[in-house]
């Protein structure tokens, strides 16, 4: 048995081009999905998965993170004055009690591994959550991240999230290969950063979620610049396997790329079916659009 996963990394320092110019002063994390930035999302499963310290690693430009996570003292005074209770409780519960945030700098913009590595100092000795925001998963039972955390309790081993991409689009992902993997888990022996097709050892593709040892962080710091002149995470992992399990594991769930438009746009109409108040009006104005071409 592990230790339980207690802290979890956020890396949040990357500027969101794509989504210029909402981007210009919104970070991509702020983009909401009805009425919730994705950053709530990922937060929201890190600490169903029994986190209690979330910490962001984000560069000197982006304050709206931790103004979200900040109190509103004079939001909530309006609030409360106005008798808006139920939006009250909103407001005041971003963060449940006992969850703390905590945010550090990434001074340069060198890759995930360097910004993973930056939690060092926070993280210490013990096994921690890595979950990329853009990657939003949806499911109706356990989080992608409890499933995960589940999984390391029982092994002890560091757990990657993976699932199925077509053979073609095998050059966008981190791509593992592995043995005696049961349909839902299995040991790595190898990953590849981006691989072309011809060069891919499977399908599995690497999705934003990791349950790492700590061990991680003395392989980060020994790795160099790697695919883009950046400190590749993957690079670290594959080093790690060397010396210690590493698991894929196929979470429960469906996963949308909201660091693209058409995975935002997705997601958005995914939690918008799922709503219980927006859900039939939702499917009825879908079907009048489709319906008018």
Partial sequence: MSKRIRKAVFPVAGLGTRFLPATKTVPKEMLPIIDRPLIQYAVDEAIEAGCDTLIFITNRYKHAV???FDKAYELEQKLERAGKTEQLELVRHV???GVRAVFVTQ???LGLGHAVLCAKAIVGDEPFAVLLPDDLIWNRGNGALK??????EATGASIIAVEDVPHDKTGSYGIVATEAFDGRQGKINAIV???KPEDAPSDLAVVGRYVLSPK???LLEATGTGAGGEIQLTDAIAELL????VDAFRFEGRRFDCGTHLGLVEATIRFALDNEKLAGPAREVLQKMLAEG
């Fill in 66 to 68: 931790a103004d979200y």
């Fill in 95 to 97: 963060l449940p009690n």
């Fill in 107 to 109: 001074a340069e913009a």
């Fill in 147 to 152: 499933q995960m955390a589940d999984a390391n």
């Fill in 193 to 195: 950063e981006k691989p």
């Fill in 216 to 218: 991680i962080f003395e």
């Fill in 242 to 245: 060397k010396s210690e399990r």
